[in-house]
């Protein structure tokens, strides 16, 4: 989060009269987190219900290209690797959503190197959003926390300017060549 004015996404809403950082939207609720309105409580089930039919429908697919395994009649050792393959995708996709939601990335290549395994493992990223939607919106307390501690860098520098610099500069300079009285 960046609190400088000509970054995109902060310094005054357009029409607004308040400058500063601007909060950071968040998919499926905008910036209602910051203050939970606009719906966040109806966004917030909405976005449960969804990912959690999402993870049902997705279980379904998966279980219909089961049953074509089974038609093709493969071996059991591929069908259990199959199984296999997409239980630990799904483990590992949800372990990395829920800490996506909690802090950034250290090291964005190798989250990139991971996304084939959470593709294959997508139910394990809607269920974790669908766990995470009980607590906060996902990735609330995230942004939460980078947008608090903007709003304090930008207090502290706003109050720090104030008055003219050169003046003080001035003053001391003038202050430190006159001769101290005895």
């Known amino acids: 989060m960046s609190e400088n004015s000509e970054a995109p996404g902060t310094g005054a809403a357009p029409g607004s009269t308040t400058p500063g950082p601007r ?12 203050d939970h309105s606009g719906g966040y409580g109806l966004r917030r089930a909405g976005a449960a219900i969804g990912s959690l039919a999402a993870a049902v429908g997705a279980c379904y697919v998966l ?6 395994l089974e038609i093709a009649d493969v071996d059991n050792f591929v069908g259990i690797l199959v199984v296999l ?13 829920w800490e ?12 990139a190197s991971l996304r084939g395994i959470k593709t294959i493992g997508f139910v394990g990223s809607l269920l974790a959003y669908f766990f995470r939607t009980f607590r ?5 307390g995230l942004h939460r926390e980078e947008y608090e501690a903007a709003l304090t860098r930008y207090e502290k520098r706003r109050s720090t ?7 003080r500069k001035r003053g001391k300079a003038a202050q430190s060549k006159r001769p101290k009285r005895t």
């Open 63 to 68: 279980r219909f290209a089961f049953q074509g």
């Open 23 to 34: 909060p950071e939207p968040l998919r499926f609720f905008g910036t209602t987190w910051v």
């Open 136 to 140: 906060e919106a996902p990735g609330e």
């Open 161 to 167: 300017r104030t008055g003219n610099p050169a003046a």
């Open 100 to 111: 996506g939601f909690g802090r950034r990335p250290a090291d964005p290549a190798r989250e």
């Open 85 to 97: 393959m997409f239980a630990i995708c799904s483990a590992v996709a949800f372990r990395k959503t």
